[in-house]
């Protein structure tokens, strides 16, 4: 008998359920509902409207249902770092998103009680303002953490709403990586950390691993998958499954862009530190990566110069430009800014260049940039990891640019293969299927 297993896997610009099956030995899979997602301004601050997440969840679960009543079970994978605060059962809101930029004050205060090459030594995370360390610190500063009981990463929220009457879970293990607050020895919360920051160490408990059951929502059993969406993409991969001596090398390509190796554990000396690369919890390995900009500035460049134009037709134009200007894509500069093309064309005339006068122009621009800084980034993994590697696997909404697939084998030196799969839903789906091979056994 055929089991049917729904993927929910929620970017920060879109959502899609996704019903997977195992067919002849491959992983069939249909996309059976799909949403926008984006932050809303509230109180000049950018928040997540988890009750529309919530009721989008469900609608694409009933849609789901609709096509495969007999669905086995069900996982939720989203971007990390952002959570929920929980008093009992209510949410405390609202829901701030990681592009905001409540953090400011947070920063440096947290980096007064912990300095950051302190930090980085215990953690391997990279320095992101929003990461969930200087978000929490943040609620601390605010008195946003007077009487809260909990709090659940975004996509643990979502599921225990489905599945209400189950406890909240602890915290799951990849997501739980993106927090600033891992310990990179351990894998568990570093208690160290929270007391150095007094956060209330009742709220840092055990982790969760992939797998791990939850309840029910429907007659559909809802349980953990890799729910950082990085980590079910590189697990959706083909890739090598080994990471001693593999000489492939990760790009999910998404609104961000995460270029990464496998490794079996983390690198945190202070010249990666200075690099900036991560070390995230993968399922059995760590995810070491650089977050670059991504389809985000080409997304908002879109939105800004040309609403209505497909792909397609603005990546023509960007092949057709002769605009020579680059700016540096890891820049904070780009995280939320007010205008994309403004703040491009500020920068570009910083370094000495005309501003971009077409739409082609613009693009040109980004994508070129993208392509030079996965180069860049490929050196220094080179260098951080002493290895030489060969191949790179591009998932996600950017593999389908051949143009930016071009630009990147020739700034990288190695061979591309760009794979125009739904990645993220893979891997959320292949951990729900072993999950329930071994619940057989
Ligand atoms: C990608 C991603 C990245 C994380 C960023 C913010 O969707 O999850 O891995 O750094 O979003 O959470």
Not at 160 to 171: D, I, T, V
Not at 254 to 264: D, F, H, I, Q, R
Request: proline fraction near 5%; charge should be negative.
């Amino acid at each position: 008998m055929t089991r049917y297993y729904l993927a929910i896997d929620i970017g920060a610009s879109s959502g899609r359920h996704i019903v997977g099956w195992q067919e002849e030995g491959a992983l069939r899979t249909e996309e059976v509902y799909r949403f926008k997602n984006g932050v809303t301004e509230a109180d000049g601050h950018l928040t997540w409207d988890v009750g529309r997440l919530e009721r989008e969840v469900r609608a694409g679960i009933d849609a789901a249902l609709e096509k495969y009543p007999g669905l086995e079970s069900l996982s939720i994978d989203t971007w990390g770092v952002d959570y929920v605060l929980l008093k009992e059962r209510e949410p405390v809101l609202p829901c701030y998103a990681y592009r905001d930029s409540r953090t400011e004050t947070a920063v440096p205060r947290v980096q007064g009680l912990l300095p950051f090459e302190e930090l980085y030594a215990r953690t391997g995370v990279q320095f992101q303002p929003f990461n969930t360390i200087y978000q929490l610190y943040a609620d601390k500063l605010a008195g946003r953490l007077e009487g809260v009981t909990g709090w659940l990463m975004m996509p643990e929220y979502l599921m225990w709403r489905l599945c209400e009457s189950a406890p909240p879970c602890g915290h799951e293990y990849t997501n739980a990586s993106t927090t600033g607050l891992l310990n990179a020895a351990t894998g568990e919360f570093d208690l160290e950390i929270i007391k150095r920051l007094g956060l209330p160490e009742s709220l840092f408990g055990e982790l969760c691993q992939p797998g791990t059951p939850l309840g029910e929502y429907k007659g559909i059993k809802v349980l953990l998958c890799p729910t950082h969406d990085t980590a079910s993409a590189v697990e959706g991969i083909p890739m090598e499954n080994g990471v001693e001596g593999t000489d492939q090398l990760f790009l999910s390509s998404g609104t961000w862009s995460l270029l990464g190796a496998k490794l079996p554990q983390a690198v945190t000396t202070p010249e990666s530190r200075r690099a900036n690369f991560s070390n995230e919890g993968g399922v059995g390995y760590i995810r070491y990566l650089k977050n670059i900009m991504g389809m985000w500035m080409a997304n908002n460049l879109r939105a800004e110069l040309c609403p209505g134009e497909d792909f397609p037709a603005i990546v023509r134009a960007a092949q057709e430009s002769a605009y020579p200007g680059l700016v540096d894509v890891t820049a904070q500069r780009f995280m939320a800014p007010g205008s994309m093309s403004g703040e491009m064309s500020a920068a570009l005339a910083e370094s000495g260049f005309d501003a971009p006068k077409t739409c082609g122009d613009y693009f040109r621009c980004a994508y070129r940039s993208l392509a030079k800084c996965y180069g860049e980034s490929v050196r220094e993994l080179e260098s951080l990891t002493g290895r030489k590697y060969a191949t790179l696997y591009i998932v996600g909404g950017g593999a389908k640019n051949d143009f930016l697939n071009r630009l990147t084998e020739e700034e990288t030196g190695l061979r591309v293969v760009a794979l125009p799969i739904e990645a993220t839903a893979l891997g959320n789906l292949k951990c729900q299927i072993r999950a329930e091979e071994e619940s057989q056994c």
